[in-house]
């Protein structure tokens, strides 16, 4: 039975809740770190080990004894997550909580939760429903504006300073934490999931207004190990794309800025990550570049990969989208200034 001081509420009105009032995930703790509504608290009624337990005496004795073995699991240590949840909730006392189908779990949590005198909005659908409502949402049509260019072009930069000019800017590689390239999580902290990309990536689109169009830079289907939710991926595939070309002496500098700081090793490990495509000469020569110090010239031998690969991805796409900017300078204010020329002229012709 649910108790007075909870209540069910749908996927829209738990998002909206979710702007004042803390959200709870009542998984396991392997449930949450493959995905979860960004900024939950993760209370979980069982850990993995006990889940599992729960799950298996449930097939092979129903769920009256799956039931009772819940119950002597948790129940020892069910003061806890009151405590637990009583610290999240705060002077207001009230969560959103959710499990996985919005079942047993988060009605028992919220349960023990009312104990304390907790308000609790139970989500309808449980995270399943947050999932189809994210992918939905990501499927739908939106108007986007594409930046790309060859690695080292100063892309992600630029996108910042069309962000400081009052543009709605994504930026898919800070949410993978990964840029790109085979070089492209050193420095970096571990990637999420692409479950939990995707829901990060739902949270900055429903920040954005939807009548205005969001600029991002152009990526491949993973950045990564992280892999772009396909509908969403098609539909920037199908939007227009402003080409900043720059040549490899303009690129270099910046790419020296950004990667010779690093050990030799971790730099060697990424040069190994390509070496089938960069084949065993060009390769050698990265490698011994590397180890003599000579960074400038193991960056030029990658980047002949990296352009040759992109220019190619390049030719995929519909060429009537795509909008060439030539630039001789790495300055990233009058390169900003020169793509959002172009973006105003792309918005006059159509």
Same mark, same amino acid.
């Given at each position: 039975?649910?108790?007075?001081?909870?209540?069910?509420?749908? =996927?829209?009105?738990?998002?909206?809740?979710?702007?004042?009032?803390?959200?709870?995930?009542?998984?396991?703790?392997?449930?949450?770190?493959?995905?979860?509504?960004? +900024?939950? $608290?993760?209370?979980?009624?069982?850990?993995?080990?006990?889940?599992?337990?729960?799950?298996?005496?449930?097939?092979? /004795?129903?769920?009256?004894?799956?039931?009772?073995?819940?119950?002597?699991?948790?129940?020892?240590?069910?003061?806890?997550?009151?405590?637990?949840?009583? *610290?999240?909730?705060?002077?207001?006392?009230?969560?959103?909580?959710?499990?996985?189908? +919005? +079942?047993?779990?988060?009605?028992?949590?919220?349960?023990?939760?009312?104990?304390?005198?907790?308000?609790? $909005?139970?989500?309808?659908?449980?995270?399943?429903?947050?999932?189809?409502?994210?992918?939905?949402?990501?499927?739908?049509?939106?108007?986007? =504006? !594409?930046?790309?260019?060859?690695?080292?072009?100063?892309?992600?930069? !630029?996108?910042?300073?069309?962000?400081?000019?009052?543009?709605?800017?994504?930026?898919?590689?800070?949410?993978?934490?990964?840029?790109?390239?085979?070089?492209?999580?050193?420095?970096?902290?571990?990637?999420?999931?692409?479950? $939990?990309?995707?829901?990060?990536?739902?949270?900055?689109?429903?920040?954005?207004?939807?009548?205005?169009? @969001?600029?991002?830079?152009?990526?491949?289907?993973?950045?990564?190990?992280?892999?772009?939710?396909? /509908?969403?991926?098609?539909?920037?595939?199908?939007?227009?794309?402003?080409?900043? @070309?720059?040549?490899?002496?303009? *690129?270099?500098?910046?790419?020296?800025?950004?990667?010779?700081?690093?050990?030799? /090793?971790?730099?060697?490990?990424?040069?190994?990550? =390509?070496?089938?495509?960069?084949?065993?000469? *060009?390769? &050698?020569?990265?490698?011994?570049?590397?180890?003599?110090?000579?960074?400038?010239?193991? !960056?030029?031998?990658?980047?002949?990969?990296?352009?040759?690969?992109? *220019?190619?991805?390049?030719?995929?796409?519909?060429?009537?989208? #795509? $909008?060439?900017?030539?630039?001789?300078?790495?300055?990233?204010?009058?390169?900003?200034?020169? =793509? #959002?020329?172009?973006?105003? &002229?792309?918005?006059?012709?159509?």
């Amino acid at each position: 039975m649910v108790s007075q001081q909870t209540h069910k509420t749908g =996927i829209i009105s738990f998002l909206e809740l979710a702007g004042d009032i803390p959200v709870v995930d009542v998984r396991s703790p392997s449930e949450f770190r493959a995905g979860h509504i960004p +900024g939950a $608290h993760n209370i979980p009624l069982f850990d993995d080990a006990e889940r599992a337990e729960v799950g298996t005496r449930y097939k092979k /004795e129903g769920s009256l004894n799956a039931i009772l073995e819940g119950i002597r699991l948790s129940g020892p240590v069910m003061h806890l997550k009151l405590e637990e949840a009583l *610290r999240v909730a705060g002077e207001d006392k009230r969560l959103l909580v959710h499990c996985w189908r +919005g +079942g047993m779990r988060s009605e028992a949590m919220a349960w023990l939760f009312s104990l304390g005198g907790i308000e609790t $909005h139970v989500l309808e659908g449980g995270y399943k429903a947050y999932r189809r409502h994210v992918l939905e949402a990501l499927a739908a049509n939106r108007e986007m =504006i !594409i930046l790309g260019g060859l690695t080292g072009s100063g892309k992600t930069h !630029i996108l910042k300073h069309i962000q400081g000019k009052g543009n709605q800017v994504i930026d898919l590689e800070g949410l993978a934490n990964h840029k790109g390239s085979a070089f492209g999580s050193l420095g970096q902290p571990a990637q999420p999931s692409s479950e $939990h990309f995707s829901n990060l990536l739902f949270e900055q689109l429903s920040l954005s207004d939807p009548e205005k169009p @969001v600029w991002l830079e152009d990526e491949s289907r993973n950045i990564g190990m992280v892999f772009m939710p396909e /509908e969403f991926y098609l539909k920037m595939q199908g939007s227009p794309a402003i080409i900043l @070309v720059m040549d490899i002496d303009t *690129r270099l500098p910046r790419l020296m800025e950004e990667y010779s700081c690093y050990p030799p /090793e971790l730099l060697l490990r990424s040069v190994m990550k =390509i070496s089938k495509r960069l084949g065993g000469d *060009r390769t &050698r020569e990265a490698v011994d570049a590397v180890n003599s110090g000579n960074f400038a010239t193991a !960056i030029a031998i990658t980047l002949q990969y990296y352009d040759k690969a992109y *220019r190619y991805s390049l030719t995929r796409k519909p060429q009537e989208l #795509l $909008h060439y900017v030539n630039t001789d300078t790495d300055d990233v204010e009058i390169n900003a200034g020169r =793509i #959002l020329e172009a973006a105003s &002229r792309l918005k006059k012709s159509l």
